[in-house]
């Protein structure tokens, strides 16, 4: 009767082990990335949504060494734009670039747009919120030797987030999922560690 009672525990936990990792599997926490810099034009700063390419994952790379500062120059009245000093994975799409697009132009300079023009750029991000009057006066359109500075903005980080609260899972020996288990015998899951079976005494 002992044998028996527990081959019959051993294949229910078994059972459970295989029933319940796909109940398991969508309740895994997932992470998700909030891509952003900044931009500081003289005492006023602007935060960029990025894309998720290489070029914005090596500049990132590049802004937690510190902030970058270029000067940048007013071109044909719709863009701010000048070298960033270093290169940067070019991927590059021809854009119908729009005001608060922030593009990279020939593997090297950064265009910020005030204005509208389409040609074939690496897409890095946007300037949120703004309008193109807004634009063209935070980015000082119209002027030469503009002091932009890049930086890294708190923002950005991998935020995990969690679909359910990180606590212990209890199954019955026939593999029905409990929220309070009471007196009985049941199959725990803890994270990824293995099962156990618990006797709860209530």
């Known amino acids: 009767m002992k044998l028996r009672y527990c081959i019959l525990l051993m294949s229910t936990m078994l059972f459970v082990c295989c029933s319940s990792d796909d109940e398991l599997q969508a309740e895994t926490p997932q992470s998700t990335s909030a891509m952003t810099m900044n931009i500081t034009i003289g005492n006023v700063t602007h935060e960029v949504t ?9 500049l990132l790379a590049k802004l937690k060494e510190g ?6 120059d007013t071109n044909d009245n719709f863009e701010i734009w000048g070298s960033l000093g270093f290169s940067l994975p070019s991927s590059n799409e021809y854009i119908n670039g729009q005001p608060g697009d922030v593009v990279l132009y020939s593997g090297s300079n950064i265009c910020i747009f005030y204005g509208y023009n389409s040609y074939s750029y690496t897409r890095l991000g946007r300037i949120n919120g703004l309008s193109a009057d807004e634009l063209k006066t935070f980015l000082r359109g119209g002027e030469s ?7 890294q903005s708190e923002a950005t980080a991998i935020r995990r987030i969690n679909a359910t609260e990180e606590k212990d899972v209890y199954y019955t020996l026939g593999g029905q999922r409990v929220e309070h288990p009471s007196g009985g015998i049941y199959v725990r899951k803890q994270g990824s560690a ?3 079976v618990r006797k709860i005494l209530r």
């Not at 902030?67 to 940048?72: M, Q, S």
């Not at 030797?145 to 930086?151: K, Q, W, Y």
Request: hydrophobic letters at 45%.
């Open 50 to 58: 990025l894309v998720n390419n290489a070029a914005t994952q090596t």
């Open 67 to 72: 902030p970058v500062t270029v000067k940048l």
């Open 145 to 151: 030797d503009i002091i932009v500075t890049l930086s």
């Open 194 to 196: 293995k099962d156990h």
